[in-house]
């Protein structure tokens, strides 16, 4: 890394502490070599979280830490820049856990003057957090507890007198400790969602953290940074690509995906349970009978959020105008198991937003145990009278309200379908879609070989923000500046464990920096990695290149890794389901994941020992990481 300025931009250099079993409240100091070696967001948190959760604390302990962490880039005027990060021991994984959310949230932390909050402890009693500039407020939230997700954030904008108060809460799946909880914002329209941050935050009764704030954040060369941003913005006003995604927003790829054999059906067994007409909710399509508009982030001129009306019939919303279907949650509430009715699924959406529930997780885990009624695993009398097949979309609406209050079986598939499946047996775990206890995100890895090295390997398990290689394979994108030309055949593993090692490493950088990852995958800023890398360089003053951000990103990568392996984790757990390394997918030309021909090659290019899965004490020590060096391989 080159020089760099004088004054260190983008944060403001502050961790709020709250210890919410003593009620204490204090500010601590971040100093610059620490935000220098790990960015932000999952970096400088993960470093704290591994130095203050050892191995012995499990999720659902009050000495796991609760963590609320944004990117230098954060509540700046640079584009997509919007995000926050929830960050804990996983109550689903049991490892590194971590979310990512946008809206307005993050920003407005920034906004009030602290990078990130650490909480500590466990209230004794349901509490919110009242965050205005210095002033910060442990109170008490018995009147809220109960509140759906949407109605607690409305109401505390009402009670705090300010409508421009920005809210991140749980609703009644956080409270009742589904593992698979999120934390949600922006009345229920965004949510971190995934590996159950929002169970963590139920766990600790603290219901909201309400947020309003109104310093500037410290940037290093403003004028550099707004000239950037001039550029950005004019290219996503007029660009094909941007204005086309700001039509259709993400469920534009389910057609695509589909025609691929990246989008799943039936528990990902597609055919085996019938033939799934995807007309039925695409877009364009039929999803345009719930589609009403579109909606924003904090800066960001692509606005690709959905807005959803009310529908009709006997799936009518109770208001319109709410936050709508997005790929993934369209695909695993729909598709993956069997839905065709277009406004039953714009229910089943609302439903999880306003319960609080990882609509990913939900869907995989609902799939599982329709599969597992369908073949017999499980019947009636199991299920409280539910007929819980492929298809019945009032089936699906009943048991995720039984998962969300725990009720009956529903308590059993709170658990998540590891858990569930180990509960259950007679064989169920075959059906378990998932890996390290984390149901597999809406992208099939048989339809692009890259996608297996990453699944099995990557931190938090089946997610697809972590460097899912699909856009790079089947669509060919290139990413010159790292070494990646496209033209990758998705059927080949020759390269694809390179290729998902680049990716990771760059993607951890754009969470890193707080930026939203369709910058980086879908539009790219400007086609140009080095904008990134320029708009980092503006707003920190340090003087980044490509080759820096990589190195950043590949460093907390391992850092994620070294607290998984700390806390249990195995090489055994490198792996897939067996229906993806046995069972062809026929519209991915009847193949399956090679898992055997990439992992080795991934492992190669990561400097992990093969048989451990362990970063080498070489590697740890050539990203500065020389005390974690000890830790995993001893003095």
Request: hydrophobic fraction near 35%; include cysteine.
């Amino acid at each position: 890394m080159g020089k760099e300025g004088k004054v260190l931009g983008g944060y403001t250099k502050k961790i709020l502490r709250v210890n919410l079993s003593l009620g204490k409240i204090w500010v601590e100091e971040e100093n610059d070599e620490f935000l220098k070696k790990y960015g932000g967001g999952y970096g400088t948190a993960g470093r704290i979280l591994y130095d203050e959760v050892p191995p012995w604390v499990e999720p659902f302990d009050p000495e796991n830490r609760l963590i609320f962490t944004t990117g230098p880039v954060t509540g700046t005027i640079t584009q997509t820049a919007g995000r926050f990060t929830t960050v804990c021991k996983s109550p689903l994984s049991g490892y590194f856990g971590d979310s990512s959310c946008g809206g307005f949230w993050g920003p407005e932390l920034k906004l009030a003057g602290y990078d990130m909050i650490v909480f500590h402890g466990r209230a004794p009693k349901p509490v919110y957090l009242w965050v205005n500039n210095e002033q910060v407020e442990i109170r008490d939230a018995s009147a809220y507890w109960g509140m759906d997700a949407r109605k607690v954030d409305r109401a505390l904008k009402s009670d705090l007198g300010d409508k421009k108060i920005q809210v991140a809460c749980i609703g009644p799946a956080g409270e009742n400790l589904v593992r698979f909880a999120a934390v949600m914002h922006d009345e229920a329209g965004r949510a971190a969602g995934r590996l159950g941050t929002g169970a963590i935050m139920g766990h600790k009764q603290l219901k909201a953290i309400a947020v309003r704030g109104n310093k500037p954040v410290p940037v290093a060369e403003p004028d550099r940074l707004k000239e950037l941003m001039k550029e950005i913005s004019k290219h996503y006003a007029k660009h094909e690509e941007v204005t086309s995604f700001r039509r259709g927003g993400t469920p534009s790829y389910f057609a695509s995906g589909w025609e691929i054999g990246d989008t799943n059906s039936y528990n990902f067994a597609d055919e085996n349970w019938g033939e799934y007409d995807p007309k039925a909710i695409s877009w364009p399509g039929n999803f345009d009978k719930v589609l009403v508009g579109n909606r924003t982030c904090y800066v960001c001129a692509v606005a690709c959020r959905r807005i959803s009306g009310a529908g009709e019939g006997e799936y009518k919303l109770d208001e319109g105008n709410v936050e709508g279907l997005e790929y993934e949650n369209m695909t695993m509430l729909g598709s993956n198991c069997g839905i065709t009715d277009i406004y039953a699924l714009n229910k089943i959406n609302d439903l999880c937003n306003l319960y609080g529930i990882d609509t990913i997780s939900a869907g995989g885990t609902i799939a599982f145990a329709m599969e597992c009624y369908e073949r017999g695993i499980i019947s009636k009398e199991d299920t409280d009278g539910i007929d819980l097949r492929f298809g019945n979309a009032d089936a699906e609406i009943e048991i995720l309200r039984k998962i969300t209050y725990r009720e009956g079986f529903g308590n059993i598939l709170a658990e998540g379908t590891r858990r569930a499946a180990g509960i259950i047996g007679n064989g169920a775990m075959k059906y378990a879609i998932q890996i390290k206890g984390v149901e597999l995100a809406a992208h099939d890895p048989r339809a692009f070989q890259g996608g297996g090295p990453h699944y099995a390997c990557t931190i938090t398990g089946g997610r697809h923000t972590e460097g899912i290689t699909v856009i790079w394979e089947p669509f060919k994108i290139p990413y010159p500046e790292i070494g990646i030309y496209g033209g990758l055949d998705p059927q080949t593993t020759e390269g694809k464990g390179r290729l998902a090692k680049l990716l990771e490493d760059w993607w951890c950088f754009i969470n890193v920096g707080g930026w939203c990852l369709f910058s980086s995958d879908i539009l790219r800023y400007i086609g140009k990695m080095t904008n990134y890398t320029d708009a980092f360089s503006a707003v920190t003053g340090l003087k980044y290149t490509v080759e820096d951000a990589m190195k950043l990103g590949e460093r907390v990568f391992n850092l994620r890794k070294a607290f998984n392996m700390r806390h249990g984790c195995t090489r055994e757990e490198d792996t897939l389901p067996e229906r993806l390394l046995k069972e062809p997918n026929k519209r991915a030309g009847n193949s399956v994941v090679k898992l055997d021909e990439t992992l080795p090659e991934y492992y190669r290019e990561r400097g992990w020992d093969p048989n451990k899965s362990l970063p080498t004490r070489e590697k740890l020590r050539e990203l500065g990481l020389n005390d974690i060096a000890d830790d995993l391989w001893g003095k």
